[in-house]
């Protein structure tokens, strides 16, 4: 019944926007922080924003400061990604995930916090 579901992935060129999904449902309770993490091609997945349930966010990677902003409609169980002026080095596949109780911060860098992860959606960004 848990589950995250990304949506909003997609092909653009560079300099476009996208803008990504997380529903999540099963879910009990308010008190829980929400990541986007991205994995590129041969690399490691990375936290790239997250949003506790206080909405407070962190710009956990420094690549994306300026350029990426998360929030969150708790009405709909909701986290967005919001994506501008993309980049070639920003494609990969985009996966949120679950953290109850902690921080933005800590759920962006502590991955052992994280208690359950969405399939992903994958973004490519061409040059």
């Known amino acids: 019944e848990v589950q995250l579901v990304e949506s909003g992935g997609g092909s653009v060129q560079a300099g476009g926007s996208l803008r990504l999904s997380c529903a999540a449902s099963?879910?009990?309770?308010?008190?829980?922080?929400i990541g986007w993490f991205r994995q590129a091609p041969g690399k490691e997945r990375e936290g790239v924003l997250c949003?506790?349930?206080?909405?407070?966010?962190?710009n956990y990677a420094d690549s994306v400061k300026g350029r990426f902003t998360i929030s969150r409609d708790n009405a709909k169980n909701t986290v967005y990604l919001e994506m501008h002026d993309l980049k070639p080095e920003d494609t990969g596949v985009y996966y949120c995930a679950v953290a109850r109780g902690y921080s933005a911060h800590s759920t962006c860098t502590y991955t052992t916090h994280l208690e359950l992860w969405g399939q992903g959606t994958p973004v490519t960004v061409s040059s």
């Open positions: 949003i506790s349930s206080g909405d407070d966010s962190t």
């Open positions: 099963g879910l009990n309770g308010d008190d829980y922080a």
